[in-house]
Structures are given as structure tokens and as C-alpha cells.
């Protein structure tokens, strides 16, 4: 097919982050070639669950580090959150469903390929280490985001 997909995902809310791997698992089933890059909020998507190091951190990023939610299961919803009752209430219609939980897509991508690359700029400023977050996830500047972006079929901003 030789088709490109670039996602740029600056949210780390529940349904977003949801939502952006539903699409770059798809397209990977169609045999397109998916990048996904994660900025700011969105890198809260990446996190590993199991790592935390505060080594070399100032205060403010050792004290965010630690209040924002690590791993997929952790992230709230954008919308109707209230006191995360309206996240546990998206995960169990889901599982009624049948349906992959948020960790399942992220998961599945990794499978599958899709290339994820984190933004340095977002990754320095909130203090998130490499070794913090997912091992397939590579660190890049902006620049060459841009250079995958311009080189791509279809452009999603989540």
C-alpha cells in the first residue's frame, strides 16, 4: 500500500490516548506505515507503570513526576471524569463489550510496529527520563518530527 500515517498526540486523557491507538492499530492492520509523536501530555502515554527515577530531577519535576499517572490505566478522562467514576464506568461497558482496555491498543501497536517517538523538548521540561518510559519509544527533536509529518499521507493531531 505505501501509505503513511502520522499522529501527533498531545493529550494524556483516557479516551484521546484511546482513541489515537484504535486508529494507528488499524491502520497498521491495513498495512500503513504508522509514527505516532508524543508531546507534553501526551508522553504521560508512554510512561512505564514500573519505573520511576528521581535521579537528576529538580523539585518541581520530581513532585510532577509523581502526581500524574503512570502507565495508560491511569489517565483520566477528558470529559465526564468526575472523580475518576467516569473512567471506571468506561472500563467496565467496555469489558461488558468485550473490548481491549487502553494498555491492550498500546500494547498491540507495540506489536504491530508502529514507530513512537517522543518530543525532547516535552520529555526535558516535565523531567520524564528515556528510562521512564516505554523501551520502544525513541526520544526526537521537533525537527524531525516535522520531517516524518511532511512525508506522510494523513496528519491526525489527538
Not at 491502520?27 to 504521560?44: P, Q, S
Not at 467514576?85 to 501497536?109: C, I, S, W, Y
Request: net charge positive; glycine share 8%; charged share 25%.
Amino acid at each position: 500500500m505505501d501509505k503513511r500515517l502520522n499522529l501527533l498526540v498531545f493529550s494524556g486523557e483516557y479516551d484521546k490516548a484511546l482513541a489515537a491507538l484504535i486508529i494507528a492499530n488499524g491502520a497498521k492492520e491495513m498495512g500503513i506505515d504508522v509514527t505516532m509523536f508524543f508531546a507534553f501530555w501526551g508522553l504521560l502515554v508512554l510512561r512505564d507503570p514500573e519505573k520511576y527515577n528521581p535521579h537528576g530531577k529538580s523539585l518541581f519535576q520530581k513532585l510532577f513526576t509523581l502526581f500524574t499517572p503512570k502507565g495508560t490505566e491511569g489517565l483520566t478522562l477528558s470529559k465526564m471524569n468526575m472523580g475518576w467514576v467516569g473512567q471506571m464506568m468506561l472500563k467496565k461497558m467496555m469489558r461488558e463489550k468485550n473490548k481491549p482496555m487502553l494498555v491492550d491498543f498500546l500494547n498491540g501497536a507495540r506489536k504491530k510496529g508502529v514507530k513512537f517517538y517522543g518530543c525532547k523538548l516535552s520529555q526535558e521540561v516535565m523531567g520524564f527520563g528515556k528510562d521512564e518510559l516505554i523501551p520502544e519509544v525513541e526520544i526526537i527533536e521537533v525537527y524531525e518530527y516535522l520531517k516524518d509529518a511532511l512525508n506522510s499521507d494523513v496528519q491526525l493531531f489527538v
